[in-house]
């Protein structure tokens, strides 16, 4: 069996997906599909998945699409490395904790992302700013759970953080990139929002596997 996943290059769910099989150190197949040119809404990939969107993961005859639903899989398919833990506790824990990034983390860091990148506003807009602060509001909560321990899932990376990472990873690549607005907004760097956090990204980032999940587009503007 060859294990393929489907994803537009930055988009943050099928990211997801390539975290979870990079935790666990597993070998996979990338097709990368072209929102530009609505590759996923061909033909061809409408056959795959049906609803036109990214992740979908395919393993010989199982095909799945929906991020979390496929880091759950891999825990099946490949039990090594859990990303849920290895107890009943554990997974209760960590389930909790990806499901409240899922539920919040991704609209607080559209509110600041979709303006700046896709809109193109340039200034610090009260409604930015707002959004700023619920951002900010977010990452306190990251920074709580990381005061205790190294990754968002416990003692080692897993689902919790994989949920988490392309969001964070998102917002530091706006710091980068779109330095005045951002500091405008009161987000600088990462550092200087939360220590924690940024402390994490790092040791996200020196995991084996996880600087192929990384966006192809940005090694291309590099």
């Known amino acids: 069996m060859s294990l393929e996943i489907w994803t537009v290059s930055g988009a943050p769910s099928p990211w997801r997906a390539a975290l979870g099989m990079a935790f666990k150190g597993l070998d996979y ?5 072209s929102a530009a040119q609505k590759e996923h809404k061909s033909d061809a990939y409408l056959a795959i998945n049906p609803r036109g969107t990214v992740p979908t993961v395919k393993n010989g005859d199982t095909t799945l699409s929906q991020s979390v639903a496929i880091l759950a899989w891999l825990d099946r398919e490949y039990p090594a490395a859990p990303l849920f833990g290895d107890s009943p506790q554990d997974a209760g824990l960590i ?25 193109g506003i340039g200034e610090a807009t009260d409604e930015l700013k707002v959004a700023s602060e619920r951002l900010q509001d977010e990452l306190a909560h990251l920074t709580g759970i990381l005061v205790d321990a190294p990754f968002l899932s416990g003692a080692r990376p897993g689902a919790a953080d994989a949920v988490a990472f392309p969001h964070v990873r998102l917002i530091q690549r706006a710091m980068e990139t779109k330095p005045e607005i951002m500091r405008a907004l009161g987000l600088p760097d990462l550092a200087t929002v939360s220590g924690e956090i940024a402390d994490w990204v790092q040791r996200i980032e020196a995991l084996p ?3 192929e999940t990384f966006p192809p587009h940005w090694a291309e503007a590099a």
């Not at 197949?29 to 599909?33: A, G, K, P, R």
């Open 29 to 33: 197949n990338v097709n990368l599909l």
């Open 209 to 211: 596997k996880v600087a």
């Open 95 to 119: 389930w909790q904790r990806t499901m409240e990034i899922f539920d919040y983390l991704p609209d607080t860091t559209s509110g600041i992302l979709s303006p700046i990148f896709f809109q």
